[in-house]
């Protein structure tokens, strides 16, 4: 069983930076980023591979986020940069057995989700 806990979420300004965490309690292989607005469907944002060699993005965030993991620390992050009103959302963590794939109802384990507001 593996436990996913994010953390980092806030409130920011338009243009804003925020680093989100997410801290993986049992092994785990690809970790992905997924967010879910009010009203809206969750969404894919980033994911990363077990080695951290390949990293994948929605091309809503690509140039302005980064994933990352750190190994030692069994923890994934989530680099946001030039922060718009439109990244409001719950911010989950997810992991899988598997390889990468956008599609939320293939990962196994969840967070609780972290929330980001970006003011304008």
């Known amino acids: 069983q593996v436990q996913l806990v994010e953390s980092g979420g806030g409130l920011v300004q338009a243009g804003g930076s925020l680093r989100l965490s997410c801290a993986a309690s049992?092994?785990?292989?690809?970790m992905g980023w997924f967010r879910q607005a009010p009203g809206k469907e969750r969404e894919f944002v980033a994911a990363?591979?077990?080695?951290?060699?390949?990293?994948y993005y929605a091309d809503s965030v690509k140039g302005r986020f980064t994933i990352s993991r750190d190994a030692a620390k069994n923890t994934v992050y989530l680099q946001m940069h030039s922060l718009k009103p439109e990244d409001t959302a719950l911010y989950y963590c997810?992991?899988?057995?598997?390889?990468?794939?956008?599609?939320?109802?293939?990962?196994?384990?969840w967070g609780q989700g972290t929330q980001v507001t970006v003011s304008s």
């Open positions: 997810a992991a899988r057995y598997g390889t990468y794939t956008t599609y939320d109802g293939s990962y196994n384990y």
């Open positions: 990363i591979s077990w080695s951290g060699g390949n990293t």
């Open positions: 049992g092994r785990t292989f690809t």
